[in-house]
Structures are given as structure tokens and as C-alpha cells.
């Protein structure tokens, strides 16, 4: 079956220091890939999805790569902010039919002034 | 309305009550899901709806589970005879059609089993 396996948490980092969650999936066929975002409070947010290999997701200077060689999907930052300080998930959704997606089980990232 | 609404935001029960959590879509969408999220942990699927049609239930738990989507738009996720194990946050998302990419999320209900 479908998995997402994600890095453990809690992350934390200062102001402006470059981040990395990292992010593997084991699926059949050809997935698109998702980062999550669920900020203190609300609900989850999309913030960045990528629905082919090499393709490359980015949004509020996240970024993250569809690698199918290594079936990864890590998120980056170049600069962190305090507002930045969330809960971030993994998801995969499978090729075809409905979008029934899985979810990694999170990542908690803090960051400090 | 704008988003994915649910009620309650938070649900306390004794153990043995039956609950019912809603879930206000998107309007127009098609699809609706539920999901649970246990404390720490990513969220797991329960069910899928499109329009009134459950097409996918493998995700619930047990019997006590039971989700209902009448006329296409509002859900109503039913958990009978709650269990300790039952307390977590259950979401629901809804998408404008089938096959999307992209699930729009409610704020979840916080339902905890005392």
C-alpha cells in the first residue's frame, strides 16, 4: 500500500537559517506529492504540491522536488521566520480515481528570534 | 461559505455516548472525505462521498462508525457507543470534483472520550 515516511520532529531553528523536512513515499504508479501546512489553531493548508517527476512545487519561498529515482519530496526553505512555525505534512494522493490521500505523520517546526 | 465548516470545534463525551460531527462543504463541490487524526499523528482516511454516493468506507474503524452525506452537501459523521480510543481530531475535506488535486480542509472537531 501507499506510505509516507517523513522526519520526525520537533525542528527547531533561528530566524533566517535554512530548512529542510525531509520526505520519502512508497507508492504504486505515479502519485502526486503534496506538503501540508496546519498552523497553530486552523486547519490544514495546501502550500505546495507537485503532480509529475522533476516537477517542482513552490509557494511563500517553499520549495519542494518530485525526485522519482529516489521517491522523495523534501522541503526547503533558504530563510525561516517565526511566522513560519507550524505543523507540516507529507501526502501523497495515487494516480487515478479518487483522492484518497496519505499522510505522513508530521513534522512540528519551531522557530526562535 | 468560504470554507469547510464543522461542528462542533470541540466535543467532550462519556464514554459510551453517541456524537455527531458536521461537516458544511464547499458549496458546489462534489467530493467530501473524512479523516482522523490521532494526537501526533498524520491524518488517517475514514470515507469518501461523491455527492450523496459513499463510494469508500474502508477507513472506519469499526461498526460504530457511520457517515451519511443525504443530499450531496452537508456530511454528518456518527460515532455510536464512544470508546477512549475514539478521542482525535476528525477532519473533513471537500474538492470541487473527482480526481482534483487539491482538497480544500475544515478545522477538524476535537472530540475527546472521558
Known amino acids: 500500500g501507499n506510505s509516507v515516511t517523513q522526519m520526525e520532529g520537533p525542528v527547531t531553528l533561528s530566524e533566517e537559517a535554512f530548512l529542510t523536512i525531509n520526505c520519502t513515499y512508497t507508492?504504486?504508479?505515479?502519485?502526486?506529492l503534496f506538503w501540508y501546512v496546519q498552523y497553530p489553531g486552523e486547519g490544514l493548508q495546501l502550500l505546495l504540491k507537485?503532480?509529475?517527476?522533476?516537477d517542482k512545487g513552490s509557494n511563500k519561498g517553499f520549495e519542494a522536488t518530485y525526485r522519482k529515482e529516489t521517491t522523495s519530496f523534501h522541503l526547503e526553505k533558504g530563510s525561516v521566520q517565526v511566522s513560519d512555525s507550524a505543523v507540516y505534512f507529507c501526502?501523497?494522493?495515487?494516480?487515478?480515481?479518487?483522492?484518497?490521500?496519505?499522510f505522513g505523520t508530521g513534522t512540528k517546526l519551531q522557530v526562535i528570534p | 461559505g468560504a470554507g469547510v465548516s464543522q461542528s462542533p470545534r470541540y466535543k467532550v463525551a462519556k464514554r459510551g455516548q453517541d456524537v455527531a460531527l458536521r461537516c458544511d462543504p464547499i458549496?458546489?463541490?462534489?467530493?467530501l472525505f473524512w479523516y482522523q487524526q490521532a494526537l501526533g499523528q498524520g491524518p488517517e482516511f475514514l470515507t469518501y462521498?461523491?455527492?450523496?454516493?459513499?463510494?469508500?468506507k474502508s477507513g472506519l474503524p469499526s461498526d460504530r462508525f457511520f457517515a451519511e452525506r443525504p443530499e450531496g452537501s452537508v456530511s454528518t459523521l456518527k460515532i455510536q457507543r464512544t470508546q477512549q480510543e475514539d478521542s482525535a481530531v476528525y477532519l473533513c475535506?471537500?474538492?470541487?470534483?473527482?480526481?482534483?488535486?487539491?482538497?480544500?480542509f475544515g478545522q477538524g472537531t476535537r472530540l475527546t472520550v472521558v
Open positions: 475535506a471537500s474538492s470541487l470534483k473527482t480526481g482534483d488535486t487539491e482538497a480544500f
Open positions: 507508492a504504486t504508479g505515479y502519485p502526486s
Open positions: 507537485a503532480t509529475k517527476a522533476d
Open positions: 501526502a501523497l494522493l495515487s494516480s487515478g480515481g479518487y483522492q484518497k490521500v496519505t
Open positions: 458549496s458546489g463541490h462534489v467530493s
Open positions: 462521498f461523491q455527492n450523496e454516493a459513499q463510494l469508500d
